[in-house]
Nanobody
Framework: QVQLVESGGGLVQAGGSLRLSCVAS????????MGWFRQAPGMEREFVAA???????YYADSVKGRFTISRDNAKNTVYLQMNTLKPEDTAVYYC??????????????????WGQGTQVTVSS
């Protein structure tokens, strides 16, 4: 079992920045690929970014150039730095862990463990 706890969400004005953190516990963090997904009200959960155990990164087109995913294996933590935020980035953001990353980590079904989510609200 892997437990994931997200933090760092909040309310920010358009153009601002936030950094989300996700701390993992329970298994060897470095063996897992990690991903971030988000879900807005009335919408399906969508892929945001992923990072493999070898630190290869993948991004959704909608966030490329604005968001950066990174990991610190010594701290069992994955981060999502979000810059130039837009109102359409408003959603609950979820952290996820996968034993095997396939297809660039874009499919939610690839992930084995999920956090509870953290709310990000971007005002216009």
């Amino acid at each position: 079992q892997v437990q994931l706890v997200e933090s760092g969400g909040g309310l920010v004005q358009a153009g601002g920045s936030l950094r989300l953190s996700c701390v993992a516990s329970g298994r060897t963090f470095s063996n897992y690929a990690m991903g971030w997904f988000r879900q807005a009200p009335g919408m399906e959960r969508e892929f945001v970014a992923a990072i493999s155990w070898s630190v290869r990164t993948y991004y959704a087109d909608s966030v490329k150039g604005r968001f950066t995913i990174s990991r610190d294996n010594a701290k069992n933590t994955v981060y999502l730095q979000m810059n130039t935020l837009k109102p359409e980035d408003t959603a609950v953001y979820y952290c996820a862990a996968a034993r095997l990353l396939t297809g660039g980590g874009k499919e939610a079904s690839s992930y084995d463990y999920w956090g509870q989510g953290t709310q990000v609200t971007v005002s216009s």
